[in-house]
């Protein structure tokens, strides 16, 4: 299953963002999801994973500006990004925590 990421675009230093992604119910609502993101030329790196449950994790360069959430009952989980910083500017990726099968990105680009 490859996930779909949407939301991204271009905004100021210090602005807010919000990207999406759905999965189907079947197998969205027993498994983590997890956002990530990848520079061109770097390795892709984990930004945040919510669990089943609820819990969360954060990378540590963005605790306190994003918050990931999910909603079990739409098979949607989001990434809200506030406060963001020119090294926020990456591609965007949710995926299912631990899956080698890559959907989509979408752009973030934190430029003035």
């Known amino acids: 299953v490859q996930l779909q990421a949407s939301g991204g675009g271009l905004v100021q230093p210090g602005g807010s963002l919000r990207l999406s992604c759905a999965a189907p119910?079947?197998?969205?609502?027993?498994?983590?999801i997890a956002w990530y993101r990848q520079v061109s030329g770097k390795a892709r790196e984990l930004v945040a994973l919510?669990?089943?449950?609820?819990?969360?994790n954060y990378a540590d360069s963005v605790k306190g500006r994003f918050t990931i959430s999910r909603d079990n009952a739409r098979n949607t989980a989001n990434l809200q990004m506030n406060s963001l910083k020119p090294d926020d500017t990456a591609v965007y990726y949710c995926?299912?925590?631990?899956?080698?099968?890559w959907g989509k990105g979408t752009q973030v680009t934190v430029s003035s």
């Open positions: 919510i669990r089943t449950g609820g819990t969360t």
């Open positions: 119910g079947s197998i969205f609502s027993i498994n983590t």
């Open positions: 995926n299912l925590y631990g899956s080698a099968n």
